[in-house]
T-cell receptor, first 111, second 110 residues
Framework: DAMVIQNPRYQVTQFGKPVTLSCSQT?????MYWYQQKSSQAPKLLFH???????NEADTPDNFQSRRPNTSFCFLDIRSPGLGDAAMYLC??????????FGPGTRLTVL | TQLLEQSPQFLSIQEGENLTVYCNSS?????LQWYRQEPGEGPVLLVT?????EVKKLKRLTFQFGDARKDSSLHITAAQPGDTGLYLC??????????FGTGTKLQVIP
């Protein structure tokens, strides 16, 4: 089945220790998104890629970076996680202008 | 900036009751999606509506897009515990980024 896969599902890191979350898709969608979601709130868009074009949201902290080495994969790097970065991180994909399909998310805990 | 307000924010009902969730905006959207998200999981797409006045049914769920494409509603008939979750509407304007609603947390008590 075509899908969006996120690894790991649960990630524990220490304050200030870099962490990388990964997302892969078999849908061949040209747009990939990273969202942060806290405690039953709506997902907050961090950035998205349209093919290789990177689009950062104005209020996304510099601490968050992303890489998309090819169509199928996208990574979220948190350079120095703080306690406030503990959240669910959601990856989504879409065709341009069409509905988004989400992965199962990665729950990040910062100790 | 488009804003999507959902109401109610929280809803706790008994199994078998009916409910309606609203998603309202002052902006016009070219399409609107409804998602359900269970705890610890990603949102799952339920439906996309694109035409003003459109009504779509998914088993016990009925979705309606307002005539002016500024609002939408989700009606659940005879709610079941499996309907428990966070319901999110999301609106898009052409190729611009999607705006998510504020969310409605539904609990269906057996």
């Amino acid at each position: 089945d075509a899908m969006v896969i996120q690894n790991p599902r649960y990630q524990v890191t220490q304050f200030g220790k870099p962490v990388t979350l990964s997302c892969s898709q078999t849908l061949n969608h040209n747009v990939m998104y990273w969202y942060q979601q806290k405690s039953s709130q709506a997902p907050k868009l961090l950035f998205h890629y349209y093919d290789k074009d990177f689009n950062n949201e104005a209020d996304t902290p510099d601490n968050f970076q992303s890489r998309r080495p090819n169509t199928s994969f996208c990574f979220l790097d948190i350079r120095s996680p703080g306690l406030g970065d503990a959240a669910m991180y959601l990856c989504a994909t879409s065709r341009l202008g069409r509905e988004q399909f989400f992965g199962p998310g990665t729950r990040l805990t910062v100790l | 900036t488009q804003l999507l307000e959902q109401s109610p924010q929280f809803l706790s009902i008994q199994e078998g009751e009916n409910l309606t969730v609203y998603c309202n905006s002052s902006s016009v959207f070219s399409s609107l999606q409804w998602y359900r998200q269970e705890p610890g999981e990603g949102p799952v797409l339920l439906v996309t509506v694109v035409t003003g006045g459109e009504v779509k049914k998914l088993k016990r769920l009925t979705f309606q897009f307002g005539d002016a494409r500024k609002d939408s509603s989700l009606h659940i008939t005879a709610a079941q515990p499996g309907d428990t979750g966070l319901y999110l509407c999301a609106g898009a304007v052409g190729y611009q980024k999607v705006t998510f609603g504020t969310g409605t947390k539904l609990q269906v008590i057996p």
